[in-house]
């Protein structure tokens, strides 16, 4: 028995992801009415706060890293590696670009193997506080190491994180949103990775009034390889947003995608885009994209796009689902028949439903934590 | 000692067709230690029966009552049925993605229970119960149901059954799917839990086999959405031996008087 209502997609973009126009100059975007392909589906009114190309207030955000060790002196627009793998394809980014002076760099030197994980904790210190970020992660040749972006507080956030996945090293990268109810934050996230490398990728978005992470990943080098994950619960009035894009650019390159969101609550909104492209010289690729709604309560409206492109016919293998649904009344009657309440019932399979993301992120205190948070989106306590 | 009791009990179901009723007054009662077991044609309504008993949304209750020990357990929701003392091993048990057997089963227990069991002696109950019907540990920490062979599932369900200690169980063709010697694995689980607790059963086949292992008190020969003849063990070899035929034919006639009256 399906748990889900598989629907087609609503729409196919007319243009495809690969053709968006990049500019580190803000003045080549228009501001976002809402008609664009890339802000169709986004909260453009509420996420107007970004799309002024003004300084930062200078007490924003208040960031903490720990360890210290792998921070390296800042990078200036235009100063190498910064701007290596990283375009703006629309105006908060490249806003984000241009007026952060000094971007955070981040390096895992070469070789090196680190189980516990780097922290950057990112502290909005107030709502009506704009804040600008360009991050850039540097994961060295057959370095290892896994790195968590964690978003708290409030304030209005554009943000950029520039990862560099260089040959054969293996890179987890998590970023999480647990901003408080009048957050508003726009994150570009654009990767590249080299031959035989990894990227583990997993967003996380709970908190926030309006929260779009959109990542980006190119595969270059021959047997790259990259999972990008997602979990979000949207409640009531808010709006939570990615559009994930995987280029298979190299040859034999795998590419998995796994959104799963819950709603609940009038007016929560999500939505998903999810582009692939399987480019001309990418002959035996491995891509499959899914994104998975549960909606569990009247009012609340899943945006579900998946897209497909493939420049080469010799692939291994692609496809895509995406199925938003409500509750399976066969799950619920089977819990119910073993004496569990119809409300911890639904509590039980939402959790699991999300929780398949929450057990693959690989950080068992993490998961823990997030698995808490999500219990506690669930019984309507701290969003 | 305790009743359930069924009389004269009526069930719809929704189809694209529109309304179409498939209990047609089943009268029943089993009583504490009882084992009935109930025989029938595919399609004659033996899953609904145990569906309605345990209260799925699916299947509307047009006329008649069940009660347990005079309570009725029509007014009760699904899991208020379960908390009551009813339990239903499941034709086709359900996948739960993202929650672990060991979860489920502790969340469960708890709710019978009204209260945690003690995690020393649970979680050894558990061990002991899951070695008994030749489960492997590995089963514990997986997702319920999710990727168990028919089987497994099957095996599952009686786990349940002895861990959660219910007063009746409804197993609707625990025995269909099952190899040899899960077989006998399984119908031990039931005779253990049939003892153990005294428990009344409503055993749904469509094979004698089973009963070599289950001595049923009772046999029911259910058909188009009632019992049709009652009887001892006798009668499911009998069964075997001669099909429905002889039933089949009374029910085509019942369906042309009700063809004349709506006519
Ligand atoms: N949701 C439904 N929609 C349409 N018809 C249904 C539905 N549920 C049950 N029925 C019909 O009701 C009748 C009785 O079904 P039921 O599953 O109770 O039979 P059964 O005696 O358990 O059969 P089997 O021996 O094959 O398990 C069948 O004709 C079935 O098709
Ligand atoms: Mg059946």
């Known amino acids: ?383 | 000692m305790s009743v359930l009791e069924i009389r004269d009990l009526q069930t719809t179901v929704e189809t694209e067709q529109g309304t179409k009723q498939i209990l047609r007054g089943v009268d029943l009662t089993v009583k504490t230690g009882e084992i009935h077991a109930i025989m029938g044609p595919n399609g004659s309504g033996k899953s609904t029966l145990a569906y309605t008993i345990a209260g799925h949304p699916k299947y509307t209750v047009t006329g008649g009552t069940i009660t347990l020990d005079g309570e009725d357990v029509l007014a009760m929701t699904v899991d208020e049925r379960a908390r009551a003392g009813l339990f239903l091993a499941m034709q086709y048990p359900v996948e739960i993605p993202g929650v672990t057997n060991t979860n489920f089963l502790r969340t469960a227990k708890t709710a019978i229970d009204g209260e945690a069991p003690s995690i020393r002696t649970w979680s050894k109950d558990v061990k002991e119960a899951m070695t008994r019907l030749r489960m492997d540990s590995s089963f514990a920490a997986r997702n319920v149901n999710e990727g168990f062979s028919g089987g497994e599932k099957k095996r599952n369900e009686i786990l349940q059954l002895e861990l959660l200690k219910p007063r009746f169980a409804v197993l609707d063709e625990t025995d269909s799917g099952l190899d040899v010697d899960a077989l006998k694995i399984v119908s031990e689980g039931v005779n253990r839990a049939h003892e153990a607790t005294d428990l009344g059963i409503l055993l749904i086949t469509h094979y004698t086999r089973i009963l070599r292992y289950i001595k049923p008190d009772f046999v029911h020969v259910f058909v188009a959405g009632k019992v049709a003849e009652e009887g001892g063990p006798d009668l499911a070899e009998r069964l075997e031996e001669e099909g429905y035929d002889r039933y089949q034919v009374a029910e085509s006639a019942a369906d042309g008087a009700d063809a004349l009256n709506v006519g």
Do not use: C
């Open chain 1, 1 to 383: 028995m399906s748990t889900y209502i598989e629907t087609e997609p609503s729409f196919v973009p007319v243009q495809t992801r690969s053709e968006r126009p990049t500019s580190y100059d803000p003045a080549d975007f228009d501001a976002p009415t809402g008609r664009e392909v890339d802000w169709k589906f986004s909260d453009v009114a509420r996420l107007s706060p970004l799309f002024e190309d003004a300084d930062g207030d200078p007490q924003a955000i208040d960031y903490e890293i720990e360890p210290e060790a792998f921070v390296q002196a800042p990078l200036a627009p235009g100063q190498a590696p910064r701007g290596e793998a990283f375009h703006p394809e629309d105006l908060p980014s490249a806003i984000a670009w241009k007026r952060t002076a000094e971007a955070l760099h981040l390096v895992i030197p070469a070789g090196l193997e680190t189980q516990e994980p780097v922290r950057v904790s990112i502290r909005g210190l107030g709502a009506q506080l704009r804040g600008h970020a360009h991050l850039v992660i540097e994961a060295q040749e057959r370095s290892r190491a896994i790195v968590v972006l964690e978003h708290t507080g409030s304030a209005r956030f554009a943000e950029n994180v520039e990862v560099l996945v260089r040959d054969h090293a293996a890179l987890t990268l998590i970023t999480v949103q647990e901003w408080e109810d009048d957050a508003i934050h726009a994150s570009a996230h654009q990767a590249v990775i080299g031959t035989g490398a990894s990227l583990k990728h997993v967003v996380v978005s709970l908190g926030g009034a309006v929260v779009r992470v959109n990542p980006s990943v190119r595969l270059a080098g021959e047997h790259s390889e990259a999972q990008l994950l997602g979990a979000y619960f949207a409640d009531a009035g808010q709006h939570l947003e990615s559009q994930v894009y995987v280029y298979h650019e190299g040859r034999n390159t795998k590419g998995r995608v796994l959104y799963k969101g819950a709603l609940q609550g009038a007016s929560a909104h999500t939505v998903w885009i999810g582009d692939v492209l399987i480019g001309r010289d990418a002959v035996g690729t491995d891509s499959y994209e899914q994104n998975r709604n549960l909606v569990l309560t009247d009012g609340a409206r899943a945006d579900s796009v998946p897209n497909l492109e493939i420049e080469t016919g010799d692939i291994e293998g692609a496809g895509h689902a995406s199925a938003t649904g409500r509750f399976d009344d066969e799950q619920l009657f089977y819990l119910q028949s073993r004496g569990i309440t119809e409300e911890e019932a639904r509590r039980l399979v939402v959790r699991g439903f999300l929780l398949e993301i929450v057990q693959q992120i690989g950080v068992e205190s993490l998961a823990e934590r997030l698995a808490q948070a999500i219990e506690a989106e669930l019984s309507g306590g701290a969003s």
